[in-house]
């Protein structure tokens, strides 16, 4: 399995920005779809958007269409999501996924997936 790293979570009042940043322990970009998970108190953890290798196709949930961007950088092993105009509902534990398999098409599905990071912490307040 990949390891991977989050970082970039915090605190926000409602209007603000993060950057999340997922760093992965080999390339696995260049392969399989990547996402970024959320999980708020107690519902279950949704996708918020994923990324074809070489960024040529991006996918994301409705509720953060507009205000979110995901992206990669290949040569460092990254993976950003930029968050604007947050929202306390975007409050959650943000995680990274990798290896992710079937060219993207259950992106938001977490069997999607072999790889998963730790989390990041993200509170937004009103």
């Known amino acids: 399995q990949v390891q991977l790293v989050e970082s970039g979570g915090g605190s926000v009042q409602t209007g603000g920005s993060l950057r999340l940043s997922c760093v992965a322990s080999?390339?696995?970009?260049?392969?399989?779809?990547m996402g970024w998970f959320r999980q708020a108190p107690e519902k279950e953890r949704e996708g918020v958007a994923a990324?074809?290798?070489?960024?040529?196709?991006?996918y994301y949930a409705d509720s953060v269409k507009g205000r979110f961007t995901i992206s990669q950088d290949n040569a460092k092993n990254t993976m950003t999501l930029q968050m604007n105009s947050l929202k306390p509902e975007d409050t959650a534990m943000y995680y990274c996924a990798a290896e992710g398999g079937g060219w993207c098409l259950q992106w938001n599905r977490t069997n999607t997936y072999k790889s998963w990071g730790q989390g990041t912490q993200v509170t937004v307040s009103s």
């Open positions: 990324i074809w290798p070489g960024g040529d196709k991006t």
């Open positions: 080999e390339s696995t970009y260049r392969r399989h779809c």
